[in-house]
T-cell receptor
Framework: DTAVSQTPKYLVTQMGNDKSIKCEQN?????MYWYKQDSKKFLKIMFS???????INETVPNRFSPKSPDKAHLNLHINSLELGDSAVYFC???????????FGSGTRLTVV | GEDVEQSLFLSVREGDSSVINCTYT??????LYWYKQEPGAGLQLLTY?????DMKQDQRLTVLLNKKDKHLSLRIADTQTGDSAIYFC?????????FGTGTRLQVFP
């Protein structure tokens, strides 16, 4: 199946822990993104990578560190998790040119 | 600036038309999009419109764009219970999508 896939789908962890979310796309897209959706359903971009290079970093705390080993993967590592990090994190990819973005099904992170 | 506004809720009877509205601020956006999010699911691209178009129709969906007023709307004809979801408009802005606040559409029988 051609898609954007993220793992895990659910993540429950304690404050202070470090966790990672993985994302892979097999669409051949050049650009990948991380978006955060809060409890009010607001969606906000966090990061964007184009061909493994960081192009957007939207005032995200430096506890969040994206890593792109190749253009098909964009992982998100979060250090010292806080309660306010609880949200749904969506990975997406696009080829540009107005074709829209393809989103993964999301990772629901709950920090307790 | 980057600000995309939508009304938060819309409730319609099954079989009626739904109209979801959106206002955006960046007049240089090349494309505008509508996404659908069902409960517990990801974002599904419904349709998009190029900024030099006024209207686009795709089966039950009609998108209207008023560039002068920076207003975008999505009309769903013959709304079904399966259309109940949150609908997001989005504008493309310097290599990223800026999403609206989302409109929760509830369809009742």
């Amino acid at each position: 199946d051609t898609a954007v896939s993220q793992t895990p789908k659910y993540l429950v962890t304690q404050m202070g822990n470090d966790k990672s979310i993985k994302c892979e796309q097999n669409l051949g897209h050049d650009t990948m993104y991380w978006y955060k959706q809060d409890s009010k359903k607001f969606l906000k971009i966090m990061f964007s990578y184009n061909n493994k290079e960081l192009i957007i970093n939207e005032t995200v705390p430096n506890r969040f560190s994206p890593k792109s080993p190749d253009k098909a993967h964009l992982n998100l590592h979060i250090n010292s998790l806080e309660l306010g990090d609880s949200a749904v994190y969506f990975c997406a990819s696009s080829q540009g040119g107005g074709t829209g973005y393809t989103f993964g099904s999301g990772t629901r992170l709950t920090v307790v | 600036g980057e600000d995309v506004e939508q009304s938060l809720f819309l409730s319609v009877r099954e079989g009626d038309s739904s109209v979801i509205n959106c206002t955006y601020t960046d007049s240089s956006s090349t494309y505008l999009y509508w996404y659908k999010q069902e409960p517990g699911a990801g974002l599904q691209l419904l349709t998009y419109i190029f900024s030099n178009m006024d209207m686009k129709q795709d089966q039950r969906l009609t998108v209207l764009l008023n560039k002068k007023d920076k207003h975008l709307s999505l009309r769903i004809a013959d709304t079904q219970t399966g259309d109940s979801a949150i609908y997001f408009c989005a504008e493309s802005f310097t290599d990223k999508l800026i999403f609206g606040t989302g409109t929760r559409l509830q369809v009742f029988p």
